[in-house]
């Protein structure tokens, strides 16, 4: 059974930095698609972040670019989104997802039928 457990969300002051992680389990494969997703109460999910593990490929937000940063490690089976110069919209509970079409990271925008979905991690940014 596959699991996806997110880990690393917090309380962060404006212009500050969090990690996440996002652990996969019973997920194998080297090519697989990995996305970052955040959703606040009221609105759709909206993509972040998208990694192809088989070409290193990303692919971001153009609210995010320049300041997040995915990268998968295919050793640990984990990926993480690190997130530089946080701002007070990008609070949120973030989630991350796994698919093995490799095709929903490598399009542009973001799909949201990924196959396996995490519980999601909270971000909060206070100003």
């Known amino acids: 059974q596959v699991q996806l457990v997110e880990s690393g969300g917090g309380s962060v002051q404006a212009g500050g930095s969090l990690r996440l992680s996002c652990a996969a389990s019973?997920?194998?494969?080297?090519?697989?698609?990995m996305g970052w997703f955040r959703q606040v109460p009221g609105k759709e999910r909206e993509g972040v972040a998208t990694?192809?593990?088989?070409?290193?490929?990303?692919y971001y937000a153009d609210s995010v670019k320049g300041r997040f940063n995915t990268s998968p490690d295919s050793a640990k089976n984990t990926v993480y989104l690190k997130m530089n110069r946080l701002k007070p919209e990008d609070p949120a509970m973030y989630y991350c997802?796994?698919?093995?079409?490799?095709?929903?990271?490598?399009?542009?925008?973001?799909?949201?039928?990924?196959?396996?979905w995490g519980q999601g991690t909270q971000v909060t940014v206070s100003s």
């Open positions: 990694s192809y593990t088989g070409r290193g490929s990303t």
């Open positions: 997802a796994a698919d093995s079409a490799a095709w929903k990271c490598l399009v542009a925008g973001f799909r949201k039928d990924y196959n396996y």
């Open positions: 019973g997920y194998t494969g080297s090519r697989n698609c």
